[in-house]
Structures are given as C-alpha cells and as structure tokens.
C-alpha cells in the first residue's frame, strides 16, 4: 500500500510542479497582464501591450507636444489605419485636461498595409504602430506649472475574431515656455518618417460604369504606382486587384458613383528605382477632353540624338539672352587677357571655363533627378525660388558691381576681376557662375529637350544636359581648337579699364532686379531690408578706397557696418513666407489669376490663353513687354474674347510644376493656348513676338504645336 501511495505521489509531482509553476510561466510568457502596469503607463489588454508615450516632458503654448498611444500586438494579430477597408475600426484617442485648454489637432497615421482576410481586405498594422496627435496650451495661468493629461483611448485588435479595448490613462506634464525633449523623442522621429506628405501634385480621374482610372501628374521621375489607399471607400472593391502603371491606376468600384462625383482622397504609394514614396493625394473628376490634363495625351520623347542636339542649340542660343548679359563683362575680360598668352594657356583656361560650365550643368541635372524623386516639385530655376539663394545671388552682384567700379579687387583665385592674368581656377568658376546666371533663362527647344530628358534614364538625363552644356561653351570650345582667334581681338589696354567700370551699372541692375524677385517672394520689406544692409556693407569700401581712412577709423566701420548689414541682409529669412503668388494679390482687367477651377470655368465659355511665367524668367519677362502690352496685340485678344490667365511661378507652386511636368517641360515661359471651349489645348514657343502670337491665335488646330 505504502509502495501505491508513493508511486501514485512520484507520477503526480510533474503535475503538481506545473500547477505551482503555471503564474510564473504565464509571467514569463506575458510580462504584462491583463491591467498590470510595471511603470504606471504600460498595459497589457487584449493581446496587445500599449503605452501613453510623449514627445515632450513639457507642454507650452508655443510648440507642439505628441501625445501618442503605441501598440504592440500579439503575432498574427493586426489593428487598424483611419479607414479600416472593409471591415474594422479605427483607433480614436481623446486627450483633454481638466487644468488647462487644450488645442489637439488630428491624429497622424502612418504608413498603413494590406491585410487580406478573404473574402475581405482591411487596412491596417501588424506588430506595432505609434499613433499620435499634436497638443499644446491655448490659454495658460500664469501660476501653473503642472497638469494632467487625461486620455481616452479605444482601439480594436482583429485576429479571425475582433476584440475591442479600451482604457484611461493620465499623464503628468510640466509647463515651459518652450517643450523639453523626453526620452520617446527618438521614437516619436521615427515613426512621424512613416506620415505622407500631403499633395504635391494634380489627380484626376475618370468614371467608368465598372472601375475608376485615377491619374497623377507630378510624382517624381521614373515613379511607378505600386498601391492605393483611399481614406473613403464605400464605392470602391478594396479586394479587387489595383491594375497600376507609371502616372495612373485603376481600382473597380463596388457600386456606382454618387451624382454628382465626389472628390476621391487617399494615400498613394511608389517606387522610383526601388526606392518607396508616398503622398495624400486629392481627386477631382475629369471633366473630359477639355480639362487641364487630357487623359488620353501620350508623351512621346523624340530619339536621344535629337534631344541632344536640342539642347545643344539651346545652349547656344543661350549665350544670346538677356539673362547672360550681366556675365558678358567677366567672360569678355577673361578672353582679352588672353590675348598675349601661349597658344597652350590659351587651350588650358579655355579647357578650365569649359569644365566649369560642363560640371555645373551637370550637378544641376544629378540635383534636380534627385529633388524631383524625394517628391519634390521642381525645375529649372528652382534655385531662385528660394529666398536664400536669392540673397546670395543679390550680395554676389552687389559685390561685383563695387568691384567694377574700383572700390576693392578680388584677390581670391577663384574669382580674380582685377588687371591681373586670371587663373584657371578663376576660369573654372567663371563657367560655373555663367551657368548660375544664366539658370533663369529658357532659350528655344531648350524647354523641350530638359523637359522630355527628365522622364528618360538617368545617363540620358546627363547627355542632354552635356549637350546643352556644350552649346553655352561653344564660344571657348572655338577657342580650345584654334586659340588664334584671341588674335584677332583688341589688344589690352587701358580701355579695358574704363569697359571694367562701366559694367558696374548692367551688375547693380541685375542686383537690383534680383532684389525686385525677392521682393516679389518675400514681400517689400524683405527687399527693403536686404537694400539697407547692402548700403551698411558698401560704407567700409568707401571709406577705405575714397577717403583712405586710417585703420582704426576703418576698422571702426566695419565693426559697427558688417554684422548690421549682414544682420539685415539675412532677416528675410528669418521670416514667415507668404503663401500667396504674386498672381494671387495682382490681377488686372488683362491678367487674371490661375487655377485649374479658373481654367475649366474660362475654357466653357470660350478660347483660353495661359501664359506660365515667373519674376525670375527673363525671357518671360522680354515676352510680356514686346508682346503682350503691344497694343495691336491687346486690340486681337479683345476682338476675339480671349480670356488671359497668368500661372505665376516665381514661388514654388507644386499645382503649376505638376503642369509643366505633365506637357514634359521644366522651366518658363510656357503658353497654353485653348482656341476654344472643349478644345485641345495648343503649344506656342518659348520666345514670343507678336506675330508669332498672332499667328497661333488664328490657327484653329489643336495638333499643331511647337516645342
């Protein structure tokens, strides 16, 4: 008996032993019941571990604090994005204090993923995600320095079955006058990398009795479609495959459109060249053959050889423009002091300039290849959109300009304007300072070649801009194969001088004109203030050159003169920019402001001209006042009701690049004409005269164009 009881107690214990160890391997297994908490803020709740995180252990009314719940879930079990697809719901996060007023703004949502679970498919996370709001104070007291956060917080985590949770969380911050970083910070980054930005291009679609096609214009080169997400679907088949192509998709609908067609939003991911992207995207309904992107519009890029010998005649014409007019001086001395030189210098600095123009035209191609993939919407002279560019550019030529005028000599090798023989240093950046100038200018079938290079491969995108870079430095490339043309120049002199001092006034004109852009950008008291620092920094020159001023009355000068005048010169960029386009606050019974709306209203009621232009454009410029303030010209457009609308690109406007985009161009002036309502629209060229204008106004045609 004894023999029964022990052995009946040996086969036992292994049970025994499990029951007694069974709440530390469940510990073991699950760190977090179900409502425990290890630091006061983790939970675990059907089968998810979620934790009330903030970017910032301060909240002020000046900066936002991101308040966000992350979750992590069980394997095979998901949650869901804003529009959970076909079945779900999304998370909602209700943050309030009963200390202060609060202003939370939407919830951000990261990038979601596909979770089929057929016949259905949802839109959702699995594993983990950090969902999100910014907060901050409205109005607090004076006195206080601590709240409480109160958060509610429901979310539904989905396996086969849905369980749905929820719970309460407080959260203790400090008040500051400006928020202090916590230890979530890094995490908050990494997961705010994951928010689409909102649109940077135009979207339309076109209504099918089955399906929808969906086309976007201005995503990034060599961008290809690879999903959609819409954030309201009730008409849309989620499970039904997406048939997707470079610029366009097309999702079957699960019942038909409402009447009238609502505007589609939603979440687009790409690739370009393996590498992912997204965007919100908004999608109004195509209105058919007369709006703004004809859907039916094939682009088709002419052989590469053409493209290059575009742009080779581009480049060339370029030299001829009045944009490179205020580089003339610097090219023309650096030739003439090359008049007495061997025949192998001569070929050398020839050599040098080339390569300055040839690289810089190259390192804009590779900057704007890859701008244009991060999904920004750029193109040529997109550098002086930016007002910093803008104010570097205006103290450059303000600083030449003295130096024309005697005031002081550059001794810097790579950029020597004095009497001395120029290096090849300084040739090299006299190429590339050729090329900066020179970048708000469009000459013909320039345009069309960068425009039609820009959706090619990358090497085609570097031949073409070689090619354009060949014809801007053909007048050196003369030089490097037979240097005895510097013979038949004039012999230096000292009319060289007197050449150098009269170009002061075609460099302060430009200085003048790029601070008139920047004004046009940044507002008038921008540009008033960029003037005054440039007066401030002209004094020392002055003093020293003019009055020969002791050392310590000029030292005197520029410590008081240099960090006013560079102080003032930079405050326009410390400020707000104005989101209105000079087309938006300047419009005139001739002009009228641009906007696709504007387009669709204007080409109902008749023929349609749309000139794209910008302060910056030159050639844009020269067109409008030798074309369109000609008074003949007024007189036709009047007699035949053309409605004239003005697309101002001198800021960055992402809705006008995607235009330019979609008609293969990458720069200014373009013309759209529309001859009439519901018309295709026609093409005119870059440079303008008015009987070219008057020309294309009675050509009736729509499959006439010009590049």
């Known amino acids: 008996m004894k023999h029964k009881v022990f052995r009946w107690l040996w086969l036992s214990l292994p049970i025994l032993l499990s029951l007694l160890l069974w709440p530390l391997h469940t510990a073991m297994a699950s760190p977090l019941k179900e409502g425990s908490s290890a ?6 709740i059907n089968h998810s571990e979620v934790k009330l995180l ?9 900066e936002d604090t991101l308040i966000g719940l992350h979750i992590r879930l069980d394997p095979e079990w998901h949650t869901y994005w804003r529009n959970p697809g076909d079945s779900g719901a999304a998370p909602m996060l209700n943050i309030q204090s009963a200390q202060a007023e609060l202003v939370v703004g939407e919830i951000q949502w990261p990038l979601p993923e596909r979770i089929p679970t057929p016949p259905l498919v949802t839109f959702g996370y699995e594993n983990e995600v950090l969902i999100f709001a910014p907060v901050r104070l409205k109005a607090p007291a004076a006195d206080l320095k601590e709240l409480s956060l109160s958060v509610e917080a429901e ?60 086309e976007i214009s201005g995503l990034p080169t060599g ?36 009447d009238p067609a609502p505007t589609i939003t939603g979440l687009v991911l790409y690739e370009v060249d393996g590498l992912p992207g997204s965007l919100h995207i908004s999608a109004e309904v195509s209105s058919g053959s007369a709006a703004l992107l004809n859907t039916e519009r094939e682009s088709r890029a002419p052989p590469l050889w053409q493209l290059m010998l575009m742009a080779f005649a581009g480049g060339l014409i370029l030299n001829i423009m009045p944009c490179v007019f205020p580089i003339i001086a610097i090219k023309l001395l650096s030739i003439l002091k090359q008049a007495e030189e061997r025949t192998s210098t001569v070929r050398l600095s020839s050599l040098a300039y080339i390569a300055g123009v040839l690289v810089t035209f190259e390192a804009f191609a590779l900057l704007l290849v890859l701008l244009r993939a991060s999904g920004q919407a750029l193109g040529w002279g997109f550098q002086l959109q930016s007002p910093g560019f803008l104010t570097a550019l205006i103290l450059l030529f303000f600083l030449l300009s003295l130096n024309f005028l005697g005031l002081y000599e550059f001794r810097l090798p790579l950029l020597q304007t004095g009497p001395r023989k120029q290096g090849y240093g300084g040739q090299f950046a006299t190429g590339a300072l050729s090329v900066f100038v020179a970048s708000p200018c469009t000459a013909p079938f320039m345009g069309a070649a960068m425009g039609f290079a820009l959706s090619q491969s990358i090497s085609a995108i570097l031949l073409v801009f070689l090619g354009l870079g060949l014809g801007f430095a053909l007048p050196y490339l003369l030089l490097l194969i037979s240097p005895r043309i510097v013979s038949w120049l004039p012999k230096p002199g000292q009319w060289m001088l007197l050449f150098k001092e009269f170009m002061f006034f075609p460099m302060l004109l430009t200085a003048l004109w790029l601070l008139w852009i920047l004004g046009r950008i940044a507002g008038l008291e921008a540009a008033i203030a960029v003037l005054a620092g440039l007066t401030l920094l002209a004094i020392p020159f002055w003093l020293r050159q003019r009055l020969s001023a002791p050392g310590r009355l000029l030292f005197g000068a520029w410590l008081i003169c240099l960090p006013l005048g560079l102080g003032l010169t930079v405050w326009p960029l410390l400020q707000p920019q104005n989101t209105q386009t000079a087309a938006q606050t300047q419009s005139s019974s001739f002009w009228q402001p641009f906007s696709p709306a504007a387009l669709a209203t204007a080409q109902a009621a008749g023929p349609v001209f749309v000139n794209f232009t910008a302060a910056w454009c030159i050639t ?58 519901n018309s295709e629209p026609v093409i005119l060229p870059e440079v303008l005269t008015p009987a070219i204008f008057k020309r294309y106004l009675s050509n009736t045609d729509p499959k006439e164009t010009a590049l």
């Open 54 to 62: 903030s970017s910032h252990d301060s909240l002020s009314a000046s």
């Open 155 to 214: 979310w539904l985590v989905c396996k086969v079955e849905c369980i749905p949770a929820f719970d309460s969380f407080s959260l203790p911050l400090a008040v500051a006058q400006k928020p202090v970083a916590s230890a979530s910070q890094a995490l908050f980054a990494s997961w705010q990398q994951q928010i689409p930005p909102q649109a940077s291009s135009i979207a339309r679609y076109r209504p099918g009795k089955e399906a929808l096609q969906l």
């Open 620 to 677: 844009c410029q020269v067109n409008e006042q030798v074309t369109f303030r000609d008074a003949d010209t007024q007189a036709l457009i009047q007699q035949a009701g053309i409605q004239m609308l003005k697309a101002d690109w001198t800021r960055r406007d992402p809705e006008i690049t995607a235009i330019l985009s979609y008609y293969d161009r990458v720069s200014v002036p373009f013309y759209l004409f529309y001859p009439s309502a």
């Open 39 to 44: 630091d006061g803020y983790t939970r675990y």
């Open 223 to 258: 961008a290809k479609i690879t999903d959609f997400f819409p954030v309201q679907s009730p008409f849309l088949s989620n499970a039904a495959p997406q048939l997707s192509g470079q610029h366009s998709f097309s999702q079957a609908l699960s019942q038909p459109l409402p």
